[in-house]
């Protein structure tokens, strides 16, 4: 099944950069990220780390802008996402948000996982149609 342009490899460079951000070399995962379906714009990923401090000891998603979206709507949409997640609707916190294009090929959001089904995933329509989430 192809589904467009091919998903990046983000396992080692993911978690050399969270190594880096959270301090602790010895970070692992406990999940290695695991690819979703649905983001028009973006890979999304999910994920789980090894014996990391909250809120990062949760079920984590990174979420990976393609190639023709510009790198500083990631701060736009990590804006927007946390003040949803402050009004206490069922929304997943960015704990971290990347401009820069390295280390995943694309700028980039970490934000916990939450269960349900991407909003707008009925209304606006996704990459692979028939997926049951």
Partial sequence: MTLGDPA???DDPLLDHLRGHLGLQGLDYAEAPTRLFGGNNT????L?????????????????????RASDEVIYETTLQNAVAE??????????AETSNRPLGGAFQVM?????RALLLGDVGAEVRGLRM
């Fill in 87 to 96: 009004l206490g609707v069922a929304a997943p916190r960015v704990l971290l």
């Fill in 48 to 68: 789980r780390l090894k014996d990391a401090p909250p809120p990062w000891n949760g079920p984590l998603v990174v979420r990976i802008l393609k190639a023709h």
């Fill in 112 to 116: 916990e996982q939450i269960g349900g």
């Fill in 8 to 10: 990046p490899a983000i």
């Fill in 43 to 46: 890979y999304v990923y999910a």
